[in-house]
Each structure stands twice: as structure tokens, then as C-alpha cells.
């Protein structure tokens, strides 16, 4: 059986997705390197951003949710996201660098 790279939906009982053997994991973290590299190229945050402003990203992004598993993609996409807004508020050595928006009037009296 050929390896094509493509996981299947679910697995043999139909419940649960099969486990990815090595070569699509390493697929997957290919394709998702490949496609935040281009959001960074880019200068986009929000890799939904990509697929709506048609850029090559958005080739990127298809191919990543295709050679991925979907919760993959989406775990991905969303620790992307967290990762961007905890360096908006915390520098890269984990100081503090500003506060958060929801505690920007909390310190008046």
C-alpha cells in the first residue's frame, strides 16, 4: 500500500481518525511551516485573513488542511494566534510589556 500522504477522514469503524505514521506528520509540520512562513513573508496574523484575501497563502493553508488532520490544522492556526498575543504582551525574554486590554482601566482610583 502507497503512502500518498493523504489521511483518511476516519478510521476503520468509521468513529475516530487513524493515527498519522511518521511520513504525514512530517507532511503536516512541512506544509504548516510552509504556509506560516508565507503568513509571516506576508506580514498577516490571522491565517483565516490568508484564505480571504486570496493571497498564496491561501494555496498554502488549503494544502496544509488537506495533508493534516483537521484538528491538527485548527490546533495549528489556533496556537499561531496565542502565540502572536502573548508576544504582544509579554516580550521574548517574558517580561511584561503591556497590559492587556480588558485590565487597561483597572488600575485608576
Partial sequence: MQDTGAIA???RDGSNPPVPTRTQ???CHARRDEFFACLDANGIENPDKAAAEGTRCAALRTAMHEV???SW???FEK???MQIQKAKIFGSDGTFVKKHPSNAGSDKK
Fill in 9 to 11: 477522514p476516519t478510521g
Fill in 25 to 27: 506528520r512530517k507532511q
Fill in 68 to 70: 493534516c488532520l483537521e
Fill in 73 to 75: 490544522a485548527t490546533y
Fill in 79 to 81: 496556537l499561531r494566534m
